[in-house]
């Protein structure tokens, strides 16, 4: 049996040693990084492809939720909370399988963890971890914030038919946001949830990237991996990777991985056509 790369993350320094230290005597774990914040986390799994990521919820700027909702669906590992978190949000997680571990850590709960993330990794389910984790995110929103958006508008706000060629209408908790199009970055799917990220905050949308796909406009939104599309105006530069893939540098911070398959999409665009 392979051993598992794991990345761990936390803000609080003793919390990451406690959690080396407890993972260094599971046999099949290999601690390949350590980060401090969630940008940090971000920027480690795309350099080091962890099969694994012990996660903490609580951070400053970037939380938990938010570095599983910075990164693709296609390339996010296996992901266990680490969490303080209170009894409705890790029931949450059981009932969409999400593993996590409760603070103060122990080592029963490590190794359950890890038992978990193994048999999801051998029964070949681990790209669907992310659907899985945006569901328990939304189970937990629909229990803290019970209201009905249904009927719910922003004052004078047009219908989301009138806004279906230049904006995106997303309801949230007991909140509508409608994001402009040519703010929109880039835009990942997992499963029927679509997450868009915009001005350097990510927004969940229960929609199908299919069905996403008919309110852009395709001369600017491209897709680039089986379940990832960028706004080609945001792309400030290209890295080569391995294999006919290669990296596009969005910003300061965000770096999405383009597959072979899919790059004659931007060929144009990266030939200046």
Not at 17 to 24: F, G, I, Q, S, T
Not at 107 to 132: F, W
Not at 201 to 218: G, Y
């Amino acid at each position: 049996m392979s051993r598992l790369r794991t990345l761990i993350v936390d803000d609080e320094p003793l919390a990451l040693k406690l959690l080396r230290a407890k993972l260094d005597k599971v046999d099949n774990i290999e601690i390949v990084g350590e980060s401090k914040n969630g940008r940090e986390a971000i920027a480690a799994t795309l350099e080091l492809a962890p099969d694994i990521i012990f996660l903490d919820i609580q951070m400053p700027g970037l939380n938990g939720f938010d570095v599983v909702k910075g990164l693709q669906s296609d390339i996010l590992p296996l992901i266990v909370f680490t969490t303080a978190y209170e009894q409705y949000a890790l029931d949450a997680f059981d009932v969409h399988a999400v593993d996590y571990i409760l603070k103060p850590i122990d080592d029963e709960r490590i190794c359950r963890a890890v038992q978990r993330a193994q048999k999801r990794l051998d029964a070949v389910d681990g790209q669907d971890n992310k659907p899985r984790i945006l569901g328990a995110i939304d189970s937990m929103s629909q229990r803290i914030y019970p209201q009905q958006l249904e009927n719910k508008r922003l004052p004078g706000a047009l219908s989301t038919d009138t806004f279906m060629d230049k904006k995106v209408v997303i309801k949230d908790r007991d909140e509508i946001t409608i994001l402009k199009q040519s703010e929109i970055e880039w835009v990942d799917a997992a499963g029927d949830y679509v997450c868009l990220h915009a001005e350097g905050k990510t927004h969940i949308k229960r929609s199908t990237l299919k069905e996403l796909l008919t309110e852009l406009d395709e001369n600017i939104f491209k897709r680039v991996h089986r379940s990832t599309i960028v706004n080609l105006n945001f792309i400030d530069k290209v890295i080569p990777h391995t294999k006919g893939e290669f990296f596009l540098l969005l910003g300061e911070f965000e770096k999405i991985k383009v597959s072979r398959n899919y790059k004659d999409a931007i060929k144009d665009f990266l030939l200046g056509e």
